[in-house]
């Protein structure tokens, strides 16, 4: 088993760290050592993008994973975007 300790002062970090701890059905424990500096507020519309981006990535990867999807290669990648 390996641990990873990770210090986040950014409560919109955190919320997005924890989901892709989440996603990828990882186990996890928060320790609160401080105050914050920050007050906590619902995401931008960028910012929301981004997360439902990052968790339909992982959601791919836990199904490819599984057998259940085959993801592109590098080269599909590439030639889609060329």
């Known amino acids: ?3 990873l300790t990770v210090d986040i002062d950014n409560s919109k970090s955190e919320k997005l760290v924890l989901e892709v701890l989440r996603a990828l059905e990882l186990n996890y424990k928060v320790e609160h050592t401080g105050k ?5 507020k619902p995401l931008n519309k960028a910012e929301l993008a ?3 981006r990052l968790k339909k990535s992982l959601e791919q990867i836990k199904l ?3 057998g259940k999807i085959q993801l592109k290669t590098i080269e599909e990648v590439l030639a889609e975007i060329s």
């Not at 914050?36 to 906590?40: A, F, K, S, W």
């Open 50 to 52: 981004i997360y439902k």
């Open 36 to 40: 914050r500096t920050e007050v906590e």
């Open 64 to 66: 490819h994973q599984e």
């Open 1 to 3: 088993m390996t641990r």
